[in-house]
């Protein structure tokens, strides 16, 4: 026993050198997203309504998130920049895919992230539920694009879903 207890500091030392030597991840400072999955949500009619829309981000500098009280220009209700996850909504009307304007919008907030650790970056994922089912329109094929903004106006790339059969009747 008295010889364990010789190499204990040395053992605890080594583990914290081996932990302190993990290298951070760095991303570049525009956020970044992947399409991970759509997943449309079971309800009690045989009517499709609302969807599951689920992505990875990252972003290097950390500043992707806003407040409640982040309401002055840029991110103003006036500006575009009010919203920081943008999301398009497209019907395959006659073989293509064609831009809907809906009256409601599918824009969202994201909520002010904070990194984990020494690095201000931060990565996850998101989910956000949508509708799908467009009461004006008999088309059935649709697809959504996203991207999401930080707070230093960088957009990220844009994402494209698969097409999306949606259960009218």
Do not use: W
Request: proline share 7%; with cysteine.
């Amino acid at each position: 026993m008295k010889r364990f207890s010789r190499f204990l500091p040395l053992i605890i030392l080594s583990v914290f050198f081996l932990n302190a030597c993990t290298p951070e991840e760095v991303f570049p400072p525009e956020p970044a997203i992947t399409f991970l999955s759509f997943t449309k949500k079971a309800n009690n009619t045989t009517i499709d309504d609302k969807g599951i829309l689920k992505i990875y981000f990252t972003d290097g500098d950390g500043d992707l998130g806003l407040d409640d009280g982040d309401t002055i220009a840029p991110f103003d209700k006036n500006s575009i920049y009010y919203y920081n996850f943008f999301i398009k909504y497209y019907e395959k009307q006659h073989g293509n895919f064609v831009e809907v304007t809906l009256p409601t919008t599918f824009n969202s907030r994201i909520p002010r992230l904070t990194s984990k650790g020494n690095s201000p970056s931060v990565k996850g994922e998101i989910e956000l539920e949508v509708f799908i089912n467009n009461p004006f329109s008999a088309f059935d094929t649709i697809r959504f694009e996203a991207s999401i903004c930080d707070r230093a106006l960088h957009i990220s790339n844009t994402i494209t879903t698969p097409e999306i059969i949606v259960q009218k009747h």
